[in-house]
């Protein structure tokens, strides 16, 4: 323990807050170098806080940190950027809190990820910048990919077959694309249109801006959101607060983190966290 520094330096998105006693709240922050990790922010509900408006949610901010024996402190906080256009924009601003939220849920505290930091600065400028809805799933589909569930689109999850241009079985499950054949024992999924396929292949080919350059119409954004988001409840249901949840412990545990009272007690009680505020 005395080889840790009892303070760090970061830089993280503030991904939600809940607040606690009178005037402190803990935020939950998903940073470069420490991965997620939450602090207590002393007294940052009162009027003259100098860190007020620095830590809110889907702020990305400097931080100092100081270890604590269950919880550590904020002892600075400075935005680097507000995120001031998400703010203003109710969808856009709904769209963020979302992917902020499935960083939140698909990572443990101190656990690292690596891009993951990068693809969330990524969607975050890219809706800031103005881009239409959709680029969530391109989103989405990165997140899968750092996470380690990267979707089989190119051909058959279950046999390796090639896919033809048809509807075809997107299956959560299998972790992607099922063919004609092997449909029945892919345990379940959604058929997507020929040109959801397209749009979800290009989505994952090029980089976010280029995809929120894509026309997309109503109904295909809403077989789009709905077909990406069967996958995600599943691996979110399934793996992550499971067996990906025993490997990341058993790292940490290998890292001999001083305290592992934290991540334990984040994680055995997923469905009690609250949102973004
Ligand atoms: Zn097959």
Do not use: W
Not at 16 to 44: C, H, L, M, P, Q
Not at 73 to 102: K, N, P, S
């Amino acid at each position: 323990m005395s080889d840790r520094p009892r303070t760090y330096k970061t830089e993280g998105v503030i991904l939600r807050r809940r607040n606690v006693g009178e005037a402190d709240s803990i935020f939950t922050v998903y940073s470069d170098r420490e991965g997620k990790f939450d602090a207590v922010a002393r007294g940052v509900r009162k009027a003259k806080s100098h860190m007020r408006g620095h830590l809110e949610p889907l702020t990305r901010s400097k931080l100092m940190v100081a270890r604590g024996r269950s919880l550590d402190v904020f002892t600075q906080a400075e935005t680097v950027t507000g995120y001031m256009a998400i703010r203003d924009d109710l969808e856009r601003g709904a769209a963020a809190m979302y992917c902020a939220e499935l960083v939140d849920r698909f990572t443990i505290e101190h656990a690292d990820h690596p891009g993951l930091y990068g693809l969330l600065l990524e969607i975050l400028d890219a809706l800031e910048a103005g881009a239409a809805q959709q680029v969530v799933r391109s989103f989405e589909l990165q997140l899968l990919s750092v996470m380690g569930y990267e979707l089989q689109l190119d051909a058959c999850t279950l046999c390796g077959g090639p896919l033809v241009a048809v509807e075809t079985l997107l299956s959560p499950s299998a972790g992607g694309l099922v063919c004609a054949n092997c449909r029945g024992s892919a345990g379940g999924g959604r058929m997507l249109s020929v040109r959801a396929l397209k749009v979800l292949r290009y989505a994952r080919a090029v980089d976010m801006a280029a995809f929120a350059s894509v026309r997309i119409d109503a109904d295909l954004g809403f077989e789009l959101q709905r077909a990406m988001g069967e996958v995600i409840r599943y691996l979110l249901d399934h793996e992550v607060l499971s067996s990906r949840y025993v490997d990341q412990v058993s790292r940490l545990v290998r890292r001999a983190v001083p305290s592992a009272e934290t991540p334990l007690e984040r994680s055995t009680a997923p469905d009690e966290r609250d949102h973004v505020q």
